[in-house]
């Protein structure tokens, strides 16, 4: 897996390809566990960022997967890891820290965690197995995932046990996406 990221093509930075890109974010966050194909010829992490970041917001990138020229471009503000809005992460290593999950008063403060992965797959072949169920997801599904460490769901879990507080995480390939918001019950490898 590659550790530093950059930007394939320049469409990504276009409000028309960002829209469309967004639309497809939506898309996921609605039906959790819909494996959603990068609509731009662009690492997803990458154009999902370009899409969400301005000056306005945070974005903590602890593991530098980032290329340097692109931290201009995404305008966002870099600050450390706890206090981000979103974070960009390798899924491969295990969690060392606690994102921002918001307050009773303000979950929306919930940090929003990219983590960059060998593969996703709609059925259970990979590496780790999930089952998914939760708003959005009619009948539990199962997604499997190349490259992520098995902590981040043991965490995500314990971090979202307080619900309205908790983090969001989007988990990218080289192509796809597919959003797991802090209502989805995860599962490794049982039944939702």
Same mark, same amino acid.
């Given at each position: ?15 028309? *390809? *960002? ?11 609605? &039906?959790?566990?819909?494996?959603? =194909?990068? !609509? ?11 899409? $969400?970041?301005?000056? *306005? =917001? ?5 593991? +530098?997967?980032?290329? #340097? ?6 305008? /966002?503000?870099?600050?450390? &890891?706890? %206090? ?5 992460? +390798? ?10 999950? #918001? =307050? ?25 197995? $999930?089952? %998914?169920? #939760? !708003? ?9 995932? +190349? ?7 043991? /965490? ?7 619900? !309205? $507080?908790?983090?969001? $995480?989007?988990?990218? +390939?080289? *192509?796809?996406?597919? /959003?797991?918001?802090? =209502? ?5 490898? #049982?039944?939702?």
């Amino acid at each position: 897996m590659k550790n530093e990221m950059t930007m394939v093509e320049a469409d990504i930075w276009h409000p028309a *390809q *960002q829209q469309r890109l967004f639309r497809s974010l939506l898309d996921a966050f609605s &039906y959790p566990g819909r494996i959603q =194909t990068c !609509p731009l010829q662009a690492e997803p992490c990458i154009a999902l960022l370009g899409a $969400l970041l301005d000056g *306005q =917001t945070t974005l903590s990138d602890p593991q +530098d997967m980032l290329q #340097g020229s692109l931290w201009p471009k995404l305008e /966002a503000q870099r600050v450390p &890891y706890e %206090l981000a809005a979103f974070i960009l992460l +390798d899924g491969s290593r295990a969690p060392e820290r606690v994102p921002s999950l #918001g =307050t009773l008063e303000a979950p929306e403060g919930g940090a929003t965690l990219l983590l960059r992965v060998a593969s996703l797959q709609e059925e259970s072949a990979g590496a780790l197995s $999930l089952q %998914l169920s #939760g !708003p959005g997801i009619r009948q539990p599904v199962t997604i499997s995932v +190349d490259g992520l460490h098995q902590d981040w769901i043991t /965490a995500r879990n314990d971090w979202v046990g307080s619900f !309205p $507080l908790g983090v969001d $995480l989007v988990l990218c +390939d080289a *192509q796809r996406f597919v /959003a797991l918001p802090r =209502t989805t019950r995860i599962v490794i490898g #049982g039944a939702a």
